[in-house]
């Protein structure tokens, strides 16, 4: 790609000037991030309308609002974050001092999503922002009118010389992903994920994956039944109500005992016409498939005979206006092409088991997802899913909202990515954490060097001693 080697030499020049390293630098970039978002609302709401039928209030939920939220996150506590920690020493280094301290990895490259183009590309430069990074941002060439929008506005808002839009598919990626990174954070499908990680280890360069998977969820029998109305709106609502499927943390597969799918598949149908109307084609708050690749795939996953057959509500399609209804399927086949690739679409197989507690080995034999969702008051269940299944996250009685909670880490485990981001977490992915020891030249300790003999080996022993002492004193409250 041409001039990539200019650009790239003029980050490293001004990563190593400092220029980013101040916070004054940061806070005035996380603000331009603020800015960025309060001036072109009602521009990004229309790219992403463009781009992926997204309603506005999806489009502020999901990405304006999370990278406003993100921002002035970063911007309240960066100070602090890179504040360096004190660290604890063994008496016998006494006079000495320990710190850690955050640094910034240098020239980073980011590479975003086309399902949600704004937030999973400005969430992470949030984040390599906070920690004092020089960026180069790829945005999907999947969502065109975000990229283009992006290419053309961040400049105006956030510093040129220290942060750069780069446009561009497959091609333009290959290039980047042959440059030499400080650091890669990359958001997409776990197929270019290992191309990432190929790449990145070619240099030795630190990646986050943040993948995706097959997230299932559980519903028991423990939920009384006022409770299933709330239950299936926010099964309904994390399958077809966040860019129709087209998620990561979506619900890909449900487990239930078969005594409750039929009443489910109802219910289910019930509140999928309650949020979407009697013909949801027409409907403006559901977003329509990102391409005819997608739109394709997602068919052939469907087309299956076998699949087809179990089809227990909706399956009708409009390739025109790259339309699926939303579609629950009954124990499709578990070796089918759905129940064993990630859907990221409108199509929800339900898998009926005899006793729901088989879901945790039925969830534990599979790849780690990036997220669980239990429908349970029964206790023992729950510890029984956190102790004997892993994923990204559990959420328990709810869906999504681990993505919006800046507490708790986001990112996958397995196969389903590793690395995570929001709150601090996005702060200590984009910064190397900095040991320093100083200390002076009295006393000097003979010991500590050759010829070794008896009496050194019994010091050293006395100075690891030493160190239990120190800790009991700590304990006590005697030592700070
Ligand atoms: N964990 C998370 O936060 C999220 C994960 N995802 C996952 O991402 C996938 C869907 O997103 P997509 O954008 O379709 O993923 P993708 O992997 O096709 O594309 C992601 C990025 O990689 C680039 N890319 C595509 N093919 C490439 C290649 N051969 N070589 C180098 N770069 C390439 C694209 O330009 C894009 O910027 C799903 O698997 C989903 O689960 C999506 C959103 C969020
Ligand atoms: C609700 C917002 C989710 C964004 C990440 C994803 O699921 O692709």
Redesign the pocket.
């Known amino acids: 790609m041409e001039g990539l080697e200019g650009t790239l030499a003029e980050l490293r020049d001004t990563f190593r000037s400092g220029r980013t390293r101040s916070v004054a630098w940061r806070k005035s970039q996380l603000r331009g991030m603020i800015e960025f978002v309060q001036d072109n609302e009602e521009r990004i709401f229309q790219a992403l309308d463009q781009d992926v039928g997204k309603h506005p209030v999806e489009a502020y939920r999901d990405e304006v609002g999370v990278v406003a939220k993100s921002a002035k996150l970063s911007l309240s506590c960066v100070e602090k974050w890179m504040a360096p920690r004190k660290g604890d020493l063994p008496l016998v280094f006494f006079p000495a001092s320990a710190q850690v301290m955050p640094e910034p990895f240098g020239v980073v490259l980011i590479?975003?999503?086309?399902?949600?183009p704004i937030s999973?590309t400005l969430d992470p430069l949030i984040a390599a922002i906070s920690a004092g990074n020089a960026v180069v941002l790829?945005?999907?060439?999947?969502s065109p009118t975000c990229s283009s929008f992006l290419a053309e506005n961040i400049p105006k808002y956030l510093d040129p010389k220290s942060i750069k839009v780069i446009e561009?598919?497959?091609d333009?990626?290959?290039q980047l992903?042959q440059q030499k990174w400080d650091k890669i954070f990359?958001?997409?499908?776990?197929?270019?994920?290992r191309?990432?990680m190929t790449a990145a280890a070619q240099h030795l360069t630190p990646v986050t994956l943040?993948?995706?998977?097959k997230s299932p969820a559980i519903m028991d029998s423990s939920s009384n039944p006022t409770n299933m109305k709330v239950i299936a709106k926010r099964i309904v609502g994390a399958k077809w109500g966040s860019c129709s499927g087209?998620?990561?943390?979506a619900i890909d597969y449900l487990l239930v005992e078969e005594r409750f799918a039929s009443d489910l598949i109802d219910l289910l149908a019930k509140t999928i016409k309650q949020f979407y109307g009697e013909n949801p084609r027409e409907s403006k708050s559901y977003c329509k498939i990102?391409n005819k690749n997608?739109f394709k795939r997602l068919l052939d996953l469907l087309k299956d005979p076998l699949v087809e057959a179990s089809v227990a509500y909706g399956g009708s399609v409009d390739e025109e206006k790259m339309y699926i209804e939303p579609t629950i399927l009954l124990n499709p086949p578990l070796d089918s092409q759905i129940m064993t690739e990630?859907i990221?679409g409108p199509l929800l197989p339900i898998i009926t088991l005899d006793d729901i507690y088989e879901s945790i080995d039925f969830i534990s034999s599979r790849p780690k997802p990036?997220a669980i969702y239990a429908f349970t008051r029964d206790e023992k269940f729950k510890k029984q899913i956190l102790s004997r299944t892993s994923s990204?996250s559990v959420t328990f009685n709810d869906t999504l909202l681990q993505f919006l909670c800046d507490s708790l880490p986001?990112?996958?485990v397995g196969q389903?990515?590793f690395g995570r981001y929001h709150g601090k977490y996005s702060f200590d992915t984009f910064s190397h954490e900095k040991a320093i020891l100083q200390r002076g030249f009295f006393p000097e300790l003979e010991p500590r060097y050759p010829p070794w003999n008896s009496f050194k080996l019994h010091f050293i022993k006395l100075a690891y001693a030493f160190n239990y002492i120190g800790l009991i004193l700590l304990l006590l409250g005697l030592k700070k």
């Open positions: 590479m975003g999503s086309w399902n949600f999973l790829k945005p999907s060439e999947l561009g598919g497959i333009v990626c290959e992903l990359f958001t997409g499908s776990q197929r270019v994920g191309i990432v943040e993948l995706g998977g087209q998620a990561c943390i990102v997608n990630e990221f990036l990204g986001f990112g996958g389903s990515g």
